[in-house]
């Protein structure tokens, strides 16, 4: 669906039917999940006015006022929510052959200059959000670039669809391109502005945004903490501990620092409305802060496999009171797709040695999978009234999804036992080809074009 024009309001009364899965709460790392999965096969999924007023077996008597949509044999779950990505890196995504600082002097930066002009920032938004809807993602927390008129054209562009969005301007006043760097005053101002704008306007949040340290003097991330504890309500969000050439990096710019994540400490960024893209290279100093914060980690494996920065102990990070949500961080990672990328953090953790409670051999489940980037998400961004379950109140973000695609999937879910068995091989073998239609706010925003032989 091109999200040039309107969708239209909501139905008043909506009722769609498929397999529903939902979570009321972490189910661990444990293949049986307890009461913690909620799966209701073959029901009706009902919406009044955008709000999820319930669940009822298909025989349950339904009137004419309901519109009825029947997905029977779909998977419908509440959408994605990426908790790190970059808006203005799809031109970049799938570039060869770089480590992190490279990358970015080679492929980012050059990207998000284009971004200075307001066209192109406002073509660019419409082409990411309406990809992140076509791949599953009905929510993120968005990097845009350095330049006001970016974050901007993505506060529109995501209000026009009614999705719920957290951004902010990208602050970078050092080590950086000219065109891509601002300064600590006039950032300031631009912030200020943003937040007075766009900060609880529709379904919009501010996300304070320093790139990461190298690019901010001490000043501008000072400001940076200002603005956290000036305007309560807004997020933080940034990177850490990405890269070890990084992470050197940081100890050169910053001596006075115990850890790269210290720096941030210091400057009053570190709170439970922080989210810190990868750190894989965190200490348990370092992860005791985070716990006694509240603060998160967006894990990103795709983009840590891809650009060789490497293996983030999810289980470790938990373990230690580490609140870990998903990220796809695109350009880095290499598709939007959240399938794809939990996917890839299975690998992940399958590769990492760490000894938690004995085990070694702890696999990320669909389970935990899942319930991180839906409901987990949601609450580590205080908004789970909102968004992330189909607990009654919500507004209606789901997500309409084929259980298979392509003969290989579709033999492996005949064969498959067990939900979780199901469950594991859509979550590995899907991806945005299986989104057979995304919802906001109990709008259709998007649906998947008919396929070459249903069409003819």
């Given at each position: 669906?091109n999200?040039?024009?309107?969708?239209?309001?909501?139905?008043r009364r909506?009722?769609?039917?498929?397999?529903?899965?939902?979570?009321t709460?972490?189910?661990?790392?444990?293949?049986?999940?307890?009461?913690?999965?909620?799966?209701?096969?073959?029901?009706?999924?009902?919406?009044?006015?955008?709000r999820?007023?319930?669940a009822?077996p298909?025989d349950?008597?339904?009137d004419?006022s309901w519109?009825?949509?029947?997905?029977?044999?779909?998977?419908v779950?509440?959408?994605?929510?990426?908790?790190h990505?970059?808006?203005?890196?799809?031109?970049v995504?799938a570039s060869?052959?770089?480590?992190?600082?490279?990358?970015?002097?080679?492929y980012?930066?050059?990207?998000?200059?284009?971004?200075a002009?307001a066209g192109?920032?406002?073509r660019g938004?419409?082409?990411?959000?309406?990809?992140?809807l076509?791949?599953?993602?009905?929510?993120?927390?968005?990097?845009p670039t350095?330049?006001?008129?970016?974050a901007?054209?993505?506060f529109?562009?995501a209000e026009?669809?009614?999705?719920r969005l957290?951004?902010?301007k990208?602050?970078?006043d050092r080590?950086a391109?000219?065109?891509?760097?601002?300064?600590?005053?006039?950032?300031?101002?631009?912030?200020v502005?943003?937040?007075?704008?766009?900060?609880?306007?529709?379904r919009l949040?501010?996300?304070?945004t320093?790139?990461?340290?190298a690019?901010?003097?001490?000043?501008?991330?000072?400001?940076?903490?200002?603005?956290?504890?000036?305007?309560p309500?807004v997020?933080?969000q940034?990177?850490v501990?990405?890269n070890?050439?990084?992470?050197?990096w940081?100890?050169?710019l910053?001596?006075e620092?115990r850890?790269y994540?210290?720096?941030?400490?210091?400057?009053?960024?570190?709170?439970?409305?922080?989210?810190?893209a990868?750190?894989?290279?965190?200490d348990?100093?370092?992860?005791?802060v985070?716990?006694?914060?509240?603060?998160s980690?967006a894990?990103c494996?795709?983009?840590?496999m891809?650009?060789?920065s490497?293996?983030?102990d999810w289980l470790?990070?938990?373990?230690?009171?580490?609140?870990?949500?998903?990220?796809?961080?695109?350009?880095g990672g290499t598709?939007?797709s959240?399938?794809?990328?939990?996917?890839?953090g299975?690998?992940?953790?399958?590769?990492?040695p760490t000894l938690?409670?004995?085990a070694?051999d702890?696999k990320?489940t669909?389970?935990?999978?899942?319930?991180?980037a839906?409901?987990?998400?949601?609450?580590?961004?205080?908004?789970?009234?909102?968004?992330g379950?189909?607990?009654?109140?919500t507004?209606?973000?789901?997500?309409?999804?084929?259980?298979a695609?392509?003969?290989?999937?579709?033999?492996?879910?005949?064969?498959?036992?067990?939900?979780?068995?199901?469950?594991?091989?859509?979550?590995?073998l899907?991806?945005e080809?299986?989104?057979?239609?995304?919802?906001?706010?109990?709008?259709?925003r998007?649906?998947r074009?008919?396929l070459a032989?249903?069409?003819?």
């Open positions: 669906m999200q040039d024009t309107p969708a239209g309001p909501a139905p909506l009722a769609v039917r498929g397999d529903l899965l939902d979570f709460a972490d189910p661990g790392w444990a293949v049986e999940p307890g009461a913690a999965a909620r799966f209701r096969p073959d029901h009706w999924l009902l919406v009044e006015d955008g999820v007023v319930g009822e298909t349950a008597a339904l004419a519109l009825r949509v029947d997905e029977r044999g779909r998977l779950m509440p959408g994605f929510i990426d908790t990505v970059h808006a203005p890196q799809l031109d995504i060869f052959g770089t480590e992190l600082l490279e990358w970015l002097e080679t980012t930066f050059p990207a998000e200059g284009l971004y002009d192109e920032a406002v938004s419409a082409l990411f959000l309406d990809s992140l076509a791949s599953g993602t009905t929510s993120a927390l968005v990097f350095v330049h006001k008129v970016s901007e054209a993505l529109e562009a026009a669809r009614g999705m957290l951004a902010g990208v602050l970078m080590h391109p000219e065109g891509l760097r601002d300064d600590v005053a006039q950032a300031e101002a631009d912030c502005d943003l937040i007075e704008r766009f900060h609880g306007r529709a949040s501010y996300a304070v320093p790139r990461f340290a690019t901010s003097t001490r000043e501008q991330l000072a400001m940076a903490g200002r603005l956290c504890a000036s305007y309500g997020y933080m940034t990177h501990a990405e070890r050439a990084e992470v050197r940081m100890a050169e910053f001596p620092a850890s994540l210290d720096i941030y400490a210091r400057h009053g960024l570190v709170t439970d409305r922080s989210v810190f990868h750190g894989i290279w965190l348990d100093a370092d992860r005791a985070l716990r006694e914060a509240g603060a980690i894990f494996p795709s983009s840590n891809f650009i060789g490497g293996l983030f470790q990070a938990e373990a230690q009171g580490v609140r870990v949500n998903v990220g796809t961080d695109v350009g598709g939007l959240m399938l794809r990328t939990l996917a890839d299975y690998k992940v953790q399958a590769l990492v938690v409670d004995g070694t702890r990320l669909a389970w935990k999978g899942l319930y991180a839906t409901r987990g998400a949601a609450e580590q961004l205080h908004l789970s009234r909102e968004i379950s189909f607990d009654a109140g507004l209606a973000d789901f997500v309409v999804w084929d259980w695609m392509g003969p290989v999937a579709t033999r492996r879910l005949e064969v498959a036992r067990g939900l979780h068995e199901r469950l594991f091989a859509w979550m590995t899907g991806d080809r299986n989104v057979a239609s995304a919802w906001v706010a109990g709008v259709e998007y649906r074009p008919p032989r249903e069409a003819g």
